[in-house]
């Protein structure tokens, strides 16, 4: 018998996906989380038994906790945590905003197990084909910007700049880097975004604000 694990806090969705393995593992065993403290709890409950759930469905944006807001940051830093410390089960990220993975693409690509992501507006069997795939074991990131590869430390920058609001002084300070390499890696994100001095002065663009509209597009920060 498969045992699923749904991470969501919407019921609406929640519902959704039970109907969809209904239909295709009428005897199967589903667990529900609707918060990353939930999971990591269903999960380690379980840690024993290798790879008790056949399937883990995750949500992107999540609640850390009951009473916190959901955000994609919950839900990115939850599943690098599940790479990590799973290696071998099967997942996928069922969501609106899967651009967003791109930010951990890297542990994604050494994952050992399934790892399938799948768009909330996909028609119910195209749903059940995504999940028939991570289930064995396949990989399906397609839908992934394969072309664009930030390093951590730029998007720590990101986050800290557009996110918190932060200018370079403070980022340099928090990061216990000179300001002078924040700078550099700016040029290094601009350049990945192409987003150039001299096409900006041409169409009478604000550099930093280009870049934030880019990152935000490419699903770098929320």
């Known amino acids: 018998m ?5 991470v969501d806090d919407h019921h ?18 589903v667990y529900i989380a609707k918060t990353a403290e ?7 409950k379980h840690q024993d038994e290798l790879n008790f759930f056949k399937l883990i469905i995750l949500d992107l ?15 990115i830093q939850l599943i690098k945590d599940l790479l990590k410390k799973y290696p071998s089960y099967n997942f996928m990220v069922q969501s609106s905003y899967i651009k967003a993975l791109v930010r951990i693409k890297y542990e994604i690509d050494e994952h050992q197990g399934g790892f399938v992501i799948a768009d909330k507006g996909l028609s119910e069997e195209d749903m059940l084909n ?3 795939l991570a289930i064995q074991g ?6 992934i910007k394969v072309g664009l590869e930030l390093k951590p430390e730029w998007l720590e920058v990101l986050s800290l700049a557009f996110e918190e609001g932060l200018q370079d002084k403070v980022i340099a300070e928090k ?4 300001e002078r390499t924040i700078r550099a890696y700016w040029t ?16 009478g663009k604000n550099m930093r604000i280009q870049t934030e509209i880019l990152a935000r597009k490419e699903g770098l920060i929320d």
């Open 188 to 203: 290094k994100i601009q350049d990945a975004l192409n987003v150039y001095p001299d096409n900006c002065r041409e169409e």
């Open 61 to 75: 944006s999540i609640p850390e906790k009951h009473g916190i807001t959901a955000n994609i940051e919950t839900g």
């Open 12 to 29: 609406l969705i929640i519902s959704g996906i039970l109907n969809i393995l209904q239909n295709q593992y009428p005897d199967m065993e």
């Open 2 to 6: 498969f045992k699923f694990l749904i």
């Open 130 to 132: 995504r999940i028939n």
């Open 38 to 44: 939930e999971t990591l709890n269903e999960i380690e």
């Open 175 to 178: 990061m216990h880097l000179h």
């Open 138 to 143: 396949a990989t399906y990131t397609k839908d």
